[in-house]
């Protein structure tokens, strides 16, 4: 069992999400993958994971098959989790175009808020990152980006 990528079996319910290109399935296989590498050998992340408000580890997300990976061509951010269907996420352009661990890290940053992790001001999705390993703690202490990591201080919402 494991979240899926739309690769035209699934008719997203968001506006505008639609099928993983095929020149970006890679990225997502590779994400999706190493994101079960982290949540088996990295206790923090299933702790902090379950800790937000819905209450599921990193583990239960990515067995669940209910949650869909889409893709939304006309993104302006690296991805997004769908308000109105919790169990939709989008990943966009932008992050393809970077690469596979930013790839990686928009699928846990919106894990973060399929698990309730709320938007606005709040970086709790972001500080996910932290807790995977995909940024340093000296980042989170300064408020200064380290370009080398995925993780982005000044990322809210
Ligand atoms: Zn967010």
Same mark, same amino acid.
């Given at each position: 069992?494991?979240?899926?990528?739309?690769?035209?079996?699934?008719?997203? &319910?968001?506006?505008?999400?639609?099928?993983?290109? &095929?020149?970006?399935?890679?990225?997502?296989?590779?994400?999706?993958?190493?994101?079960?590498? $982290?949540?088996?050998?990295?206790?923090?992340?299933?702790?902090?994971?379950? #800790? +937000?408000?819905? =209450?599921?580890? +990193?583990?239960? +997300?990515?067995?669940?098959?209910?949650?869909?990976?889409?893709?939304? &061509?006309?993104?302006?951010?690296? #991805?997004?989790?769908?308000?109105?269907? &919790?169990?939709?996420?989008? $990943?966009? /352009?932008?992050?393809?175009?970077?690469?596979?661990?930013?790839?990686?890290?928009?699928?846990?940053?919106? +894990?973060?808020?399929?698990?309730?992790?709320?938007?606005?001001?709040? !970086?709790?999705?972001?500080?996910?990152?932290?807790?995977? =390993?995909?940024?340093?703690?000296?980042?989170?202490? !300064?408020?200064?980006?380290? /370009?080398? !990591?995925?993780?982005? /201080?000044?990322?809210?919402?």
């Amino acid at each position: 069992m494991s979240i899926q990528m739309n690769i035209g079996d699934h008719v997203s &319910p968001h506006p505008g999400w639609v099928t993983v290109l &095929p020149k970006h399935r890679p990225q997502v296989n590779w994400a999706r993958s190493r994101a079960k590498v $982290i949540a088996r050998d990295m206790a923090s992340a299933n702790r902090y994971f379950s #800790g +937000l408000p819905n =209450g599921r580890s +990193l583990t239960s +997300l990515l067995n669940d098959r209910s949650i869909w990976i889409n893709y939304d &061509p006309s993104a302006t951010e690296f #991805g997004a989790n769908s308000v109105a269907h &919790p169990n939709e996420i989008a $990943i966009g /352009p932008s992050a393809f175009r970077i690469g596979r661990w930013t790839v990686l890290a928009t699928l846990i940053h919106e +894990l973060a808020h399929v698990d309730g992790a709320p938007g606005g001001a709040s !970086t709790q999705a972001e500080e996910a990152l932290l807790h995977c =390993g995909l940024g340093r703690w000296s980042e989170f202490r !300064t408020g200064r980006d380290d /370009p080398h !990591t995925p993780y982005d /201080p000044d990322i809210s919402g």
